[in-house]
């Protein structure tokens, strides 16, 4: 599941309740304690939930209840482009060269 899938899945507007910790992405519809994919005013069903987890007062196996509904797709990282562009590669050329011209005037 992407990370819009589960934004999607906010329990709000009749879609059901999901929330991810740690990959994991749990159904918490059927909890009375995420009316509308909000839980206690703290957590909106539809995000990933992992580092606020980790300060909830209940252990993650509270969590680990819930039906599993898939897995969340990792952030691809993003990596620099080792090639240069032609335009600027080519802008760079062209100075290079009228430089040389009016040097030998």
Do not use: C
Not at 4 to 28: F, H, I, M, T
Not at 47 to 52: A, I, N, P, R, W
């Amino acid at each position: 599941m992407t990370r819009q899938e589960l934004e999607k899945n906010n329990g709000r507007d009749g879609n059901p309740a999901y929330v991810a910790v740690s990959g994991v992405v749990y159904d918490v519809s059927s909890s009375p304690l995420w009316p509308g994919g909000n839980h206690e005013g703290a957590h909106q069903a539809g995000q990933d939930l992992t580092e606020e987890l980790k300060s909830a007062p209940h252990v993650r196996a509270v969590i680990e209840r819930f039906p599993v509904v898939g897995q969340l797709k990792p952030i691809a990282p993003v990596t620099p482009s080792k090639k240069f562009p032609l335009i600027p590669m080519a802008v760079i050329a062209a100075i290079a060269v009228l430089i040389v011209v009016l040097l030998l005037l």
